[in-house]
């Protein structure tokens, strides 16, 4: 294994973390990076969505601003998934931090969406579904060799 500190990385360095020195091998893609693209990928994605609600939302006579509330929530998620990909990415061990508060975030949204629907469809559609399957975890190679009798 070689210490290896590479290059600053995009979105987490506009955090102005700094980049601790990572443990790798190197020349291995061990497809650790695949979360991290994903999250950062849904958080870019989040993007022109706010765009959409900051078009859309009407500012509702009982709710004043409802419209810059959730564009407001959703760019907090937008930032939360790529800032968590970002540290991913990075190897940095304070990735559960955003990650538990993106989580925070999602959960109070999901939650939101499903109070203020209206009974029926709409409430239907504001209740997420869960996947047919979870994904079931791979098993890791042991770092040890397993002792023969």
Do not use: Y
């Not at 650790?32 to 969505?49: D, E, N, S, T």
């Not at 109070?108 to 709409?122: F, H, Y």
Request: hydrophobic letters at 50%; aromatic letters at 4%; a neutral charge.
């Amino acid at each position: 294994m070689a210490l290896v500190d590479s290059a600053p990385c995009g979105a987490a360095d506009v955090l102005f973390l700094p980049r601790p020195a990572v443990l790798r091998e190197q020349g291995t893609n061990d497809g650790r990076r695949w979360p991290a693209m994903a999250l950062i990928g849904c958080g870019l994605a989040l993007l022109p969505w706010l765009l959409v609600l900051a078009a859309t939302l009407p500012n509702a006579p009982s709710v004043p601003h409802w419209s810059a509330a959730w564009v407001g929530l959703d760019a907090l998620e937008a930032v939360g998934l790529t800032a968590t990909g970002a540290l991913l990415l990075r190897r940095d061990p304070r990735h559960p931090l955003t990650a538990a508060a993106t989580a925070a975030l999602l959960i109070a949204d999901a939650w939101i969406d499903i109070v203020t629907s209206a009974p029926g469809a709409e409430l239907a559609a504001a209740i997420p579904t869960p996947p047919p399957q979870p994904p079931l975890p791979r098993p890791r190679p042991s770092a040890r060799p397993s002792p023969t009798r």
